[in-house]
């Protein structure tokens, strides 16, 4: 405590940062939102109600107030003190990923082209996920077409998603207040269909030792990617996106940036899904980080059966600085590979993402049943399921129409 205090400036400036930055804890966020939760759901209502009902127009100033909140606590530390840099150095480093990367020293290549990552093999399908990943010396292989890595989608959801949502997770409650149901949880006068989407792969540039020319120990990829006109104007899907790949012998550092996402009121979430070769449904093949504990996600089964005996999801799970550690079955594509382990471990950290999604990709707690970890491991990067006291679209302000997130691939 002695040693916190030091760097926050004095025992005066972290207790009040502790206790301005407490409010950021309270579990909802902003306005419950009045009105504006039943109805503009396309984009042209919500532009249109955005320029001209003070409640849309009120939603965003308390969303923009709330995030105010972590500001003030900042603000209470004198600007010199150990902390206040820390701080200010990790929010330069997520908000300076707003502009493209600029590819200087890279060249292109066909997006088919296999690329050295450290001590494996990488190579992107057509929807810029990672679809092959073999290590070099052992043969073995982590990614393929059906299981691939870092697939980038968007998950506009419709009317159907949601009324099967109420119907498994809120029984009880709509049973007893049906208005508080509707209003808060459901998507009241939503009739849109669902509309998702994958990303297309449209360059692949390198650097040289990505290519096998030279020697170096460090290997940089960029891809270039694009989302379906459909999905980006009528939904929320951003219009483009790049994607960094640094390789340094078994570690894969992954930075992600989007670009003109397009703020929607229909209920949305952009992944990030990972179905590595291997994944198992057995105990202790997927172990979370939670407040630096391990929990085995099929630790997590509250007993549901996803019809009669309903409690809270069990696949949603927000993650800490250690990610999510997988134990998995090997694979090689040598027949005379001896090296590789009937085990491998492999270990996937969302720098900027807490909220993971273990065998489906849901954004709502249901289906309220024991996930199978071999569906994959699914990161949400952006969401407005929930319908108050939340951001019911985002971008909010215009300057978030771009957004980094940063990942770390731990390999075998």
Known sequence: RGSCAADSGGKAALRSFERLLMVAGEHTWGWDGGHIRHKSWSNEELQASLKNDEAFQTAVITWVEQRAILRNAIAA??????????????????????????????????????????????????????????????????????????????????????????????????????????????????????????????????????????????????????????VHEERGAPATAQARLTCEGSTLSYTLRWFNKTATHAPETIWLSNMPIGLQDAAGAVTLDKLGAPLDALDADLGCDGKDRLTCGVHLHGVGDGGVALQLAASNTSSTASTAPTLSAMRLVPLDSALVSIGTADPVPTPLARPDPTGGVHFALVGNIWNTNYPFWYPFVEEDAASQFRFKFELP
């Open 77 to 230: 530390l004198p600007p010199s003190a150990t902390l206040a840099k820390q701080i200010a150095a990790e929010f330069s480093e997520i908000e300076g990923g707003k502009a493209p990367f600029d590819g200087d020293g890279l060249a292109d290549i066909e997006p088919s082209s296999l690329c050295v990552c450290g001590d494996y093999d990488l190579g992107f399908g057509l929807d810029g996920s990672i679809t092959t990943l073999r290590q070099r010396l052992s043969g073995l292989e982590l990614a393929n077409a059906s299981q691939p890595l870092a697939r980038l989608w968007y998950h506009g959801m419709g009317h159907e998603y949601f009324k099967a949502f109420v119907h498994e997770y809120i029984a009880g409650i709509s049973a007893i207040l049906p208005e508080l149901t509707a209003e808060n949880l459901y998507k009241p006068n939503l009739q849109l269909p669902p509309m998702s989407a994958n990303a297309s792969l449209t360059r692949l540039r390198t650097s040289s030792t990505a290519r096998g020319v030279g020697a170096s120990a460090s290997h940089e990829m960029l891809i270039d990617l694009a989302f379906p006109t459909d």
